[in-house]
């Protein structure tokens, strides 16, 4: 798994309903990212935080809030959730700040697959 | 806006070359990846090239840069069944749609 988590794996809402999705990585790196993967879509960046304590928005960020409180978590909630946000939600971390020392080498997660209905 | 585009499938023989493209705008990008996504997994990185390079080969793989066109490739040589899998192509924060290769045997 890259050296980060993720639960759940699946998730099954209902319109309105909030969940929280969680990220955890285990190798204190500065940048975490979520994204979000649709069929025919690719993956759109949805929040990314550069360091602990600070995050930004993506291409994507409406209908979503992100929490950065250590290094290790990054997680995303989704407080009204809408069947616009069925999808499979990634997270990744990056070796490096910003986008990395590499600039952009990312780590992925497994993914959370979430049915809003 | 800024893009990446890639075709979203490709099927070849086993033992043949495979040849995924991809186009991008962004042409700040100082590095451009290529990453790899089998069933039900995350993305993994497969490869990467830096912006002043034309070309990069990592054993099977063969990427080429031509920085003017902004276009990308992945040629895979000796193609395999287990090289099936998603290809996106990637630069900066934004990601392909994805290339869906598949091996027949």
């Known amino acids: 798994n890259a050296g980060v988590t993720q639960t759940p794996k699946f998730q099954v809402l209902k319109t309105g309903q909030s969940m929280t999705l969680q990220c955890a990585q285990d190798?204190?790196?500065?940048?975490m990212y979520w994204y979000r993967q649709d069929p025919g879509m690719g993956l759109r960046l949805i929040y990314y935080?550069?360091?602990?304590?600070?995050?930004d928005k993506g291409e994507v960020p409406n209908g979503y809030n992100v929490s950065r409180l250590n290094k290790r978590e990054f997680s995303l909630r989704l407080e009204s959730a809408a069947p616009s946000q069925t999808s499979v939600y990634f997270c990744?971390?990056?070796?490096?700040?910003?986008?990395?020392?590499?600039?952009?080498?990312?780590?992925f997660g497994p993914g959370t697959r979430l049915l809003v209905l | 806006g800024e893009d990446v585009e890639q075709s979203l499938f490709l099927s070849v023989r086993e033992g043949d070359s495979s040849v995924i493209n991809c186009t991008y705008t962004?042409?700040?990008?100082?590095?451009l990846y290529w990453y790899k996504q089998e069933p039900g997994a995350g993305l993994q990185l497969l490869t990467y090239?830096?912006?002043?390079?034309d070309m990069k080969q990592d054993q099977r793989l063969t990427v080429l840069l031509n920085k003017k066109d902004k276009h990308l490739s992945l040629r895979i040589a000796d193609t395999q069944t287990g090289d099936s899998a998603i290809y996106f192509c990637?630069?900066?924060?934004?990601f392909g749609a994805g290339t869906r290769l598949t091996v027949k045997p």
């Open positions: 990744a971390r990056c070796d490096g700040g910003g986008w990395g020392v590499r600039l952009g080498t990312q780590y």
């Open positions: 190798m204190n790196h500065n940048s």
């Open positions: 090239i830096f912006s002043n390079m």
């Open positions: 990637a630069e900066s924060r934004r």
């Open positions: 935080s550069a360091s602990e304590g600070t995050t």
């Open positions: 962004d042409s700040s990008s100082t590095y």
